[in-house]
């Protein structure tokens, strides 16, 4: 079965520090990758996705994504923070055969710190 | 505005009962999965409805069930509920069955006592 690892699961920036949450899948097959994210009190909210194609994902608010399939990885990335930015991230992955399930990692708690 | 609805937002419940939670999905969806987040972790996936059956399911044992009506609306049933059932339950609808398109509901906040 596939599983997803986030390995931060508290990080504490400035605002306009640079961002990379990392993510990792364990599968061997086609994955499609996936990010949430959940302000406080909001529900999980789509970022970005990755199906095929360029493996550099750009999405909402300034997030892009890049998937290394040698790395099993898909991390999150963001040039430049803002206090608006503090949410709960979750990383997720759905596999070709597996029906349409999303598998979620255990989230990474983001605070952005004026 | 989520456009997916569930009720109720918050739930206590005694250990034994049973409960009913419902969720009405984003307009043009046909499709609703049920997730549990548990304090601290990720959503788990407990199962899937499409055409008012049951198409895909989690690890999550029997007590735990489902049901989909004509209208794609659905309803999450757990019986002998544990202090472990805590936590927030998640509704998604897509549509045709697809992840791309997932809609998440706020959640239904279940706490067993």
């Known amino acids: 079965a596939q599983s997803v690892s986030q390995h931060n699961h508290h990080v504490i920036l400035s605002e306009a520090a640079s961002l990379e949450l990392g993510c990792n899948y364990s599968y061997g097959g086609t994955v499609n990758l996936f990010w949430y994210v959940q302000y406080p009190g909001q529900h999980l909210q789509l970022l970005l996705k990755y199906f095929s194609g360029d493996p550099l994902v750009k999405g909402i608010k300034g997030f892009e994504a890049e998937f290394i399939k040698s790395k099993f990885s898909f991390n999150l990335r963001k040039p430049s923070v803002q206090w608006s930015d503090t949410a709960e991230y979750f990383c997720?992955?759905?596999?070709?055969?597996?029906?349409?399930?999303?598998?979620f990692g255990t989230g990474t708690q983001l605070k952005v710190e004026l | 505005d989520a456009g997916v609805t569930q009720s109720p937002t918050h739930l206590i419940k005694t250990r034994g009962q049973q409960v009913t939670l419902r969720c009405s999905p984003k307009?043009?969806?046909?499709?609703v999965s049920w997730y549990q987040q548990a304090l601290g972790q990720g959503p788990q996936f407990i199962f899937q409805?499409?055409?008012?059956?049951?198409?895909q399911r989690g690890n999550f044992p029997d007590r735990f069930s489902g049901h989909q009506f004509p209208n794609y609306s659905s309803e999450l049933n757990v019986n002998a509920l544990l202090l472990g059932d805590s936590a927030l339950y998640l509704c998604?609808?897509?549509?045709?069955?697809?992840?791309?398109?997932?809609?998440f509901g706020s959640g239904t906040r279940l706490t067993v006592v």
């Open positions: 307009s043009g969806h046909d499709t």
């Open positions: 998604a609808s897509s549509l045709t069955g697809t992840a791309y398109g997932y809609t």
């Open positions: 997720a992955v759905t596999v070709t055969g597996g029906g349409n399930k999303l598998t």
């Open positions: 409805y499409y055409e008012e059956e049951e198409r």
